[in-house]
């Protein structure tokens, strides 16, 4: 529907259908779904959306749906059985093969997670392989430096002492000094004042606890003095070991400048880059059990496509037989029909297989691919469906497909249009039951002239155009019993119906129906 068809001076419309979906049609949508509304909004200016129950969708999807829908039949119009794709499912399930090819497409599917998880790790393992010699260089260069948890500060620490030895020798023997060894000294000082309490002892009440709280101070002095002094002793200025401290100081700042962290980050960096460096025999581990177990299940998928093969083959003859004998019935008695099912040769895509030392190419559907060939007279030659003229012959065609397949094609709704075209009497009868039949397996629309055809329907819908407020409109009208037989009348009479003609009109619909 484009935005011409929209009236004039109209900013806007809309066209809507709702279906109803039985259990063995759900599938096709996902499964779960019971209903569908689909609908397309249109603007003057060319804009347009669709909505699917409700939620807008793309443009490709609304069409996945529709084609799911609705079978189209007419000039320009011969949708599911002039698509190639749609050809394994309609073989499959007219063959009772539904299982099978499920079994195929599993195992596809199975090959295909395998491959990608697989591919995942090829991955892995050419950015390892590219970074290696990166990776080695990094590796030696924090190898030859081999930092430790917390060595800078440890060395830092030391190199202030160093730094500051001699500053810390002198006002070590300094405090020495002060405390215990000089005349002057705290400790001398304190023992003369212990020796002058002695003396007035027996004038001072409480001259223990002074002399208890003296004697521990002069403890405490002597300690402290002792451990300055033990400490000065082992305080050395030594030139080299500050050098060496220095460039050790040197290497770790370099590593941690280059690699941005600090050593406990560049221990970290060391051990992931040995895990990934280690990682790499481990990866061809993975990848050669992945390798095996995708040739496993090809091995599986080739016996598996194989026999459907087998079974498609014995469907086809079958369904090739059925569909000349309805197009003999539909007055095409010279018409050829083929069902084509040929192994796929080998192509970049899907999965390569080998069968008695030639490649083919598998994928969903397996190896086969199937094609719908045909002859409308003996002297043409064999050409796919999809390529044939359209028109009413192309409809008739159809029909007997669709009369084959009645119960095999899970699409709902037929519309056949132009399926008159060129016939008449006797094969304009077969072709209104071949629809009769057809229409109780699917929701079936013809549009038509021929009463032999109209007679047949269950339901009967008049359309006219009339004019309205200088417009246009088109009216469609379900029509009762009586208004049935005076439709048909007008197709059997022309401009003037009489009595004759409602009676035969009546009389076709009657032999109709039984």
Known sequence: ILSGALRKDERSGYVEGCFKIDKSQSDLFGGGINSIILRREMTASGGSRYLYNGEQTTISEARKIFGN?????????????????????????????????????????????????????????????????????????????????????ELEKEAKLLHNSEEIASGTNRIYTALYDDDKSAASRIRSALAALDRLKDFIEDHKSLETDLTSALVSVEETAGLLH??????????????????????????????????????????????????????????????????????????????????RKISAKKLREGILERLKDLGMKKSLFEVIVESRDFRESGIAIEIDGLKYSGDRNGI???????????????????QIASGGEVSRIMLGIKSVLMKADRVPVLVFDEIDTGISGRIASAVGRELSKLGKYHQLLCVTHLPQIAGMSDS??????????????????????????????????????????????KELIENSNN
């Open 230 to 311: 033990k400490y000065s002793g082992k305080i050395e200025f030594e030139p080299a070991r500050l050098e060496e401290i220095n460039q050790r100081l040197s290497s770790l700042r370099h590593l941690k400048k280059k690699y941005k962290t600090d050593i406990s980050g560049i221990l970290q960096k060391k051990e992931e880059i040995e895990g990934m460096l280690g990682g790499s025999e481990d990866l061809s581990e993975k990848i050669n059990r992945f390798s095996g177990s995708i040739d496993k299940e090809v091995r599986k998928y080739t016996k598996l496509s194989l026999e459907l093969s087998a079974k």
């Open 368 to 386: 086969d691919e199937i094609e719908f060939m045909i002859a409308t007279g003996k002297s043409e030659r064999m050409l796919p469906v999809s």
């Open 69 to 153: 829908l609705i079978d189209l039949h007419g000039q320009h119009q011969h949708q599911s059985l002039l698509d190639p794709e749609k050809y394994y499912d309609i073989l499959d399930t007219y063959g009772k093969l539904e299982s099978d090819a499920k079994l195929v497409a599993g195992s596809f599917d199975k090959i295909s997670a395998l491959e990608a998880e697989k591919n995942v790790l090829l991955a892995k393992e050419k950015e390892l392989t590219e970074k290696r010699d990166f990776l080695e260089f990094q590796l030696k260069e924090i190898a030859s430096v081999d930092p430790s948890p917390g060595e800078d500060e």
């Open 460 to 505: 009967h819908y008049s359309v006219e155009k009339t004019e309205k407020d200088g417009r246009v409109v088109t009216r469609i009208s379900r029509l009762n019993s009586e208004e049935k037989i005076f439709e048909i009348a007008k197709l059997l009479a022309g401009d003037k119906v009489t009595e004759i003609h409602l009676k035969n009109a």
